[in-house]
Nanobody, 125 residues
Framework: QVQLAESGGGLVQAGGSLRLSCAASGRTFNRNTMAWFRQTPGKEREFVAAIAWSGFSRYSTDSVKGRFTISRDNAKNTVYLQMNSLKPEDTAVYYC??????????????????WGQGTQVTVSS
């Protein structure tokens, strides 16, 4: 079982930066791909970025490429999302998520079985 807890959200002006953290507990963390999703009211949960358990493979959606960076520290059981050059359209609740261990990379949120409670990111124009 993996339990996830996000932190680091807040209010920032356009062009600013935030770093989200996701602290994980559970013996399978080191074997899990970890991902970030985001959601705005009335919309589907959207894939943002993912990182393989080794940290060598990373994926991100086109809208955040060059601005967001996902990383992980397995010794601290923590995954991060560094968000730079933030835009108002990045405003959302951001969720950390994990699929079952050894699951191949996917952007489909229905595959992910462990979710944090979410952290609000608001970018003002």
């Amino acid at each position: 079982q993996v339990q996830l807890a996000e932190s680091g959200g807040g209010l920032v002006q356009a062009g600013g930066s935030l770093r989200l953290s996701c602290a994980a507990s559970g013996r399978t963390f080191n074997r899990n791909t970890m991902a970030w999703f985001r959601q705005t009211p009335g919309k589907e949960r959207e894939f943002v970025a993912a990182i393989a358990w080794s940290g060598f493979s990373r994926y991100s959606t086109d809208s955040v490429k060059g601005r967001f960076t996902i990383s992980r520290d397995n010794a601290k059981n923590t995954v991060y999302l560094q968000m730079n050059s933030l835009k108002p359209e990045d405003t959302a609740v951001y969720y950390c998520a994990a699929p079952p261990p050894l699951t191949p990379f996917t952007t489909n949120p229905n595959v992910y079985v462990h979710w944090g409670q979410g952290t609000q990111v608001t970018v003002s124009s």
